[in-house]
C-alpha cells in the first residue's frame, strides 16, 4: 500500500503541476501547453506490477503491488518535478527580452508602429523596458506600467551604452587632444569649412555634439566654439554638468565685458590725466621739452627686461613709505619707480603723471612683469607700481605704510585704474 500511495502522490502531483504551470503562464500558446502535459505524462509513467498472496491460516488474500527500479526513479523524478515546474513557470513569465532606453532625455511611445500615431506616454534615457514585439524598425515596450512603440534605435540591450546616452542629456564630456601635431579648429563641422583656430596635444576640451566625421568643441579659457575631426580626440573623459558650463561661460562673458568696460575707464583716466599734466608743465616751464625728453621713456642703457625690474623692486620690499623719498631709506611711489628703473638703465621721469607719458601703452590684458600701472583720482594721475604679474603691483602706498605687494582687482584699484605703459 505504501508503494501504490507513492505513486498515486506522484501521478497526482504531476497534474497538479500541469494545473500550476496554466495558471501561472496564462500567455503560453495552446501547443506549447499540450507539448508540455504529454512529456510530463510520458516522463512519469511507469508499469505497476500486482502480486497476491494468501494466507493459509485466514484464507484472506493480499494484494501487494511491487516496485521496480523504474518506478522508484519515477517516484523520485515526481517529487522534484514540482520544483522544476515552478522554475519553468518562472522563467515564462520572465520569457521578454530586457532592454534600455536609449535615449538623451525621453522618447514616446506611440499607440502603433509610426511616428503619427498617438503618444500613450514617455520612457526616459537609461530606463529598463521589456520588449513585447519586434517589426522590421519597431519594438513594443513596456515600462513604468505602459506599453507602446519605439523606433529600434532608441532601445539597446546594453546598459552601459544607454546610461552613457542618458548622461548626455545634462553632461558634458572632457576629452583630450592625442593628435601630435594638435587639430585644426574649424568654424563648421566640415573639412571646406574656415579655419578659425588649433588645439594642441593634451589639451583638454568638452565635447558638445557629434556631426559626422567631426566633433563640436568649447575649448580655451573663455570657452571658444568650433570644430574638430573625431579621430584627434579620446573620448573617456569625465563628465561635466552643462549648468555649470553655461555658467562659467556666462561668468567669461562678463568678465570680458567688465575688463573691457574698465579699460575704457582706464583710457579715459589717462587722457584726463594726460591733459591735466599737460597744463601743468606748459604752466611751470614755458616749454614742452620735458615731455618730448621722455617720449621714448628710456635711456641708451635701458636693460630692456622687465622681469628684471620686478627682481629689483622686489629687494625694497619693507622699505618704509616716505613723501618725496628716493632712495632705500625711503620712497613714495614714483621715487621707488624711478630709483628701480634707474638699476635697470632706464630713465623715467620723477612723478607719476610724467610717468604715465613714458614708454608705450599697454592694455590691461596684455599686462607683463615690469609694466607701469597707474591710478587717477578723478583728476589726474594719483599713484604708480610697477606690475609683478597675477593680477598684483610692487608699489609704496603712502604715509604709514611701507613698500608691498598689493592686487589692482579691487573695486577701488579696478575703478581708478588709469592705464599702463611699458618702457623696458
Not at 500511495?5 to 501547443?31: C, N, P, R, W, Y
Request: proline share 1%; hydrophobic share 35%; charged share 20%.
Amino acid at each position: 500500500m505504501r508503494n501504490l500511495k507513492h505513486t498515486i502522490i506522484a501521478l497526482a502531483a504531476i497534474v497538479m503541476v500541469g494545473t500550476l504551470s496554466v495558471f501561472q503562464v496564462s500567455d503560453m500558446s495552446a501547443e506549447k501547453l499540450e507539448r508540455d502535459m504529454r512529456l510530463s505524462t510520458a516522463n512519469s509513467t511507469a508499469s505497476i506490477t500486482i502480486t497476491s498472496t494468501e494466507s493459509e491460516t485466514t484464507g484472506t488474500r493480499a494484494v501487494a503491488l511491487e516496485t521496480t527500479d523504474e518506478e522508484e526513479t519515477a517516484v523520485e523524478e515526481a517529487d522534484s518535478a514540482v520544483d522544476e515546474a515552478t522554475e519553468q513557470a518562472i522563467a515564462e513569465k520572465s520569457y521578454l527580452t530586457l532592454g534600455y532606453a536609449n535615449v538623451i532625455g525621453s522618447a514616446e511611445l506611440r499607440a502603433e508602429p509610426n511616428m503619427e500615431a498617438e503618444s500613450l506616454g514617455t520612457m526616459s534615457g537609461a530606463d529598463q523596458v521589456e520588449i513585447l514585439e519586434s517589426t522590421e524598425d519597431w519594438y513594443k515596450v513596456a515600462v513604468n506600467g505602459l506599453a507602446g512603440y519605439v523606433q529600434k534605435y532608441q532601445v539597446t540591450l546594453d546598459k552601459d551604452i544607454a546610461t552613457e546616452t542618458a548622461m548626455q542629456y545634462d553632461h558634458y564630456k572632457l576629452a583630450s587632444v592625442t593628435s601630435d601635431v594638435g587639430l585644426t579648429v574649424r568654424s563648421e563641422g566640415s573639412i571646406d569649412s574656415d579655419s578659425v583656430d588649433s588645439v594642441e596635444e593634451g589639451d583638454v576640451v568638452t565635447i558638445v555634439d557629434h556631426e559626422g566625421d567631426y566633433t563640436k568643441i568649447l575649448y580655451g579659457d573663455d570657452y571658444k566654439e568650433g570644430y574638430v575631426i573625431n579621430t584627434g580626440l579620446t573620448n573617456d573623459g569625465e563628465w561635466v554638468d552643462k549648468d555649470e558650463v553655461h555658467s562659467e561661460i556666462i561668468r567669461v562673458a562678463e568678465e570680458k565685458e567688465e575688463a573691457a568696460r574698465q579699460e575704457e575707464i582706464a583710457r579715459q583716466n589717462a587722457a584726463r590725466a594726460s591733459a591735466s599734466y599737460s597744463t601743468t608743465d606748459s604752466s611751470s616751464s614755458g616749454s614742452s621739452s620735458s615731455t618730448s625728453v621722455w617720449s621714448t621713456g628710456r635711456s641708451s642703457s635701458s636693460s630692456g627686461g622687465g622681469q628684471a625690474i620686478v627682481d629689483t623692486a622686489m629687494q625694497y620690499l619693507g622699505v618704509p613709505y616716505v613723501w618725496g623719498g628716493t632712495s632705500p631709506s625711503g620712497f613714495d611711489c614714483s621715487g621707488l619707480v624711478q630709483y628701480v628703473c634707474r638699476q635697470n638703465g632706464i630713465s623715467v621721469p620723477r612723478v607719476a603723471a610724467s610717468q604715465r607719458g613714458a614708454g608705450t601703452y599697454v592694455s590691461r590684458e596684455n599686462l607683463q612683469p615690469g609694466d607701469l600701472v597707474f591710478f587717477s583720482n578723478g583728476g589726474g594721475i594719483s599713484h604708480v607700481g610697477i606690475y609683478v604679474g597675477n593680477g598684483n603691483m610692487i608699489h609704496a602706498p603712502q604715509t604709514g605704510d611701507v613698500v608691498k605687494i598689493s592686487s589692482i582687482e579691487t573695486s577701488y584699484r579696478i575703478s581708478h585704474y588709469a592705464g599702463a605703459v611699458r618702457v623696458w
